[in-house]
């Protein structure tokens, strides 16, 4: 059995509270993900994608760090970081937020967390928020705190997951709605349980608030899954291209605009409240954007993996976009890819040509998500 020894760059990279359960079940190799270690490879990236829509995965996410935000301006202090509309966000709600610059340029791409009134967890993508909305907090002239909690999620993912969480909690957490966090123990172990993730399936996320259960915690939860076929997974380059959803560095940056992306919906520039990038996106909404984020397919043999550089996009000799994520999907039986290409070149059924490292391929501007496109599958249920 390999030892956690054998991974390591150091003390600067955190280790998870899982970052031990994995090893022994099986992680062969780690990213670095928010200053943090997370599991990428468990063996086949495919049998990964098969586990998670025929059964279910657990994965230590851990690396997806919160900011917590309390103090009596909490709510007005967060809506300030987003243009997101957050007025209606009740208590025990989640919700997908962009955090923007003064550009209107995409610093992260989080799940906010309404824990009370003045409270909040945003969960994050790969971007050092912490920093920047403490930052911002030091000229704002309202009343909050902003730290980095002892919580540690991990996200359990597939059709398979309700039964594992009813197994685990009773019949009781059926009632939890999509996008809706409560408040639980298990056996003793404090959680936030959302019903979350980044697979496009059913699934919940399950945030530890004390680091010194996560071996614990780990092993209970796939005691619970065996009958079920859980397996230890990591989340799915495979599913989360199919189902179309971003990974920030990858997909969108820092001169990423909401409107390039077609999320026009995280965006209300006209509610009263200010937030930072208000004007920029005001700017950019009545100009246009001269991108678009679209959705292709790839004509050529199967990739063996996803793409680790941007592939040039071309049309008639000219580059105009660039591939930015590419996978083979082994259910839909094609090569399939997001991308960042010329607006007047992102009309599904466009024809562009692709330099990939193994060569030129052709390509077309497809529909995305490129499976389940109205999400019913992580809604239903």
Same mark, same amino acid.
């Given at each position: 059995m390999e030892k956690q020894d054998d991974f390591g760059f150091g003390t600067q990279i955190r280790k998870s509270p899982y970052f031990d359960a994995t090893v022994r079940w099986g992680a062969k190799g780690f990213s670095v993900y928010n200053h943090m270690y997370i599991p990428r490879d468990f063996g086949s990236?495919? +049998?990964?994608?098969?586990?998670?829509?025929?059964d279910a995965i657990l994965c230590d996410v851990a690396a997806e760090r919160q900011v917590e935000i309390t103090g009596p301006d909490a709510a007005k202090f967060t809506q300030s970081l987003t243009p997101r509309d957050l007025s209606k966000m009740a208590v025990g +709600?989640?919700?997908y937020i962009l955090i923007t610059n003064a550009d209107g340029g995409i610093l992260n791409d989080p799940? #906010?967390?309404?824990? &009370?009134?003045?409270?909040?967890?945003? %969960?994050? &993508?790969?971007?050092?928020?912490? #920093?920047?909305?403490?930052?911002?907090?030091?000229?704002?002239?309202?009343?909050?705190?902003?730290?980095?909690?002892?919580?540690?999620?991990?996200?359990?993912q597939g059709p398979k997951s309700g039964e594992v969480m009813k197994e685990l909690f009773g019949e009781s957490i059926m009632d939890l709605r999509y996008y809706w966090l409560r408040e639980v123990e298990l056996d003793g172990i404090p959680l936030i349980v959302s019903r979350t993730g980044w697979s496009?399936? #059913?699934?919940?996320?399950?945030? #530890?608030?004390? $680091?010194?259960? $996560?071996?614990?915690?780990?092993e209970k939860i796939m005691a619970a899954g065996a009958p079920f076929g859980l397996k230890p997974g990591h989340t799915?380059?495979?599913?989360?291209?199919? $189902?179309a959803m971003l990974s920030y560095h990858a997909d969108a940056d820092i001169h990423t605009n909401p409107y390039e992306l077609g999320m026009d919906r995280l965006v209300n520039p006209d509610m009263d409240v200010d937030f930072i990038g208000k004007a920029a996106l005001q700017r950019i909404r009545g100009n246009g954007v001269s991108r678009k984020h679209v959705g292709l397919r790839i004509d050529?043999?199967?990739?063996?993996?996803?793409? @680790? @550089?941007?592939?040039p996009l071309g049309k008639d000799g000219e580059t105009?976009?660039?591939? =930015? %994520?590419?996978?083979?999907?082994?259910?839909?039986?094609?090569?399939?890819?997001?991308?960042?290409?010329? @607006?007047?070149? &992102?009309?599904? $059924? @466009?024809?562009?040509?692709? +330099? =990939?490292v193994s060569g030129p391929a052709q390509a077309v501007v497809v529909e995305k998500p490129f499976y389940d496109p109205k999400k019913k599958i992580a809604t239903s249920a």
């Amino acid at each position: 059995m390999e030892k956690q020894d054998d991974f390591g760059f150091g003390t600067q990279i955190r280790k998870s509270p899982y970052f031990d359960a994995t090893v022994r079940w099986g992680a062969k190799g780690f990213s670095v993900y928010n200053h943090m270690y997370i599991p990428r490879d468990f063996g086949s990236p495919e +049998q990964n994608f098969w586990n998670l829509v025929n059964d279910a995965i657990l994965c230590d996410v851990a690396a997806e760090r919160q900011v917590e935000i309390t103090g009596p301006d909490a709510a007005k202090f967060t809506q300030s970081l987003t243009p997101r509309d957050l007025s209606k966000m009740a208590v025990g +709600q989640c919700k997908y937020i962009l955090i923007t610059n003064a550009d209107g340029g995409i610093l992260n791409d989080p799940i #906010l967390l309404r824990l &009370a009134d003045n409270h909040f967890w945003i %969960s994050l &993508a790969d971007s050092d928020i912490l #920093l920047w909305a403490q930052g911002v907090a030091v000229h704002s002239e309202l009343d909050v705190s902003i730290r980095e909690p002892d919580v540690s999620p991990m996200q359990l993912q597939g059709p398979k997951s309700g039964e594992v969480m009813k197994e685990l909690f009773g019949e009781s957490i059926m009632d939890l709605r999509y996008y809706w966090l409560r408040e639980v123990e298990l056996d003793g172990i404090p959680l936030i349980v959302s019903r979350t993730g980044w697979s496009s399936e #059913l699934g919940y996320e399950l945030y #530890l608030r004390d $680091g010194a259960r $996560g071996d614990e915690l780990w092993e209970k939860i796939m005691a619970a899954g065996a009958p079920f076929g859980l397996k230890p997974g990591h989340t799915s380059t495979i599913r989360r291209i199919e $189902g179309a959803m971003l990974s920030y560095h990858a997909d969108a940056d820092i001169h990423t605009n909401p409107y390039e992306l077609g999320m026009d919906r995280l965006v209300n520039p006209d509610m009263d409240v200010d937030f930072i990038g208000k004007a920029a996106l005001q700017r950019i909404r009545g100009n246009g954007v001269s991108r678009k984020h679209v959705g292709l397919r790839i004509d050529m043999p199967p990739l063996k993996g996803p793409n @680790t @550089t941007f592939w040039p996009l071309g049309k008639d000799g000219e580059t105009v976009g660039k591939v =930015t %994520s590419a996978v083979y999907s082994p259910r839909l039986e094609q090569n399939i890819a997001l991308a960042m290409v010329a @607006t007047e070149h &992102a009309d599904i $059924g @466009t024809e562009l040509q692709i +330099q =990939t490292v193994s060569g030129p391929a052709q390509a077309v501007v497809v529909e995305k998500p490129f499976y389940d496109p109205k999400k019913k599958i992580a809604t239903s249920a």
